[in-house]
């Protein structure tokens, strides 16, 4: 599985940024795609989430309204649409992928549940 993040840039506090996930190396069936952030000093955090067979989306509380996660399936790539940009959306953001667990219900929340991960791209926000 290869997952490739682009989309990172710099940006003023207000506009906006689109993160693309380009992901190969099988289908995604049962996963939950996620984008994490992590900023200096700072553990990586829960961003958004998507299931990839049943689209149902999940955000953080922080980004909930001014963020959008979305999958095409047949391009096989997940997207991360950014509003309202503030200064403490600046990180390194990370796509990531999370199989289906045969005895358990995945935390989508929980970076450790996301076996693949892309490289991460810089996004950051001026005041």
């Known amino acids: 599985v290869q997952l490739v993040e682009s989309g990172g840039g710099l940006v003023q506090a207000g506009g906006s940024l689109r993160l693309s996930c380009a992901a190969s190396?099988?289908?995604?069936?049962?996963?939950?795609m996620g984008w994490f952030r992590q900023a200096p000093g700072k553990e990586r955090e829960f961003v958004a989430a998507?299931?990839?067979?049943?689209?149902?989306?999940y955000y953080a509380d922080s980004v909930e309204v001014r963020f959008t996660i979305s999958r095409d399936i047949a391009k096989k790539m997940v997207y991360l649409q950014m509003n309202s940009l503030k200064p403490e959306d600046t990180a390194v953001y990370y796509c990531?992928?999370?199989?289906?667990?045969?005895?358990?219900?995945?935390?989508?929340?929980?970076?450790?549940?996301?076996?693949?991960w892309g490289q991460g791209t810089q996004v950051t926000v001026s005041s």
């Open positions: 990531a992928a999370d199989p289906p667990k045969s005895t358990y219900v995945s935390d989508y929340e929980d970076p450790n549940e996301y076996d693949y």
């Open positions: 190396g099988r289908t995604f069936s049962g996963y939950y």
């Open positions: 998507v299931s990839w067979s049943r689209g149902s989306t």
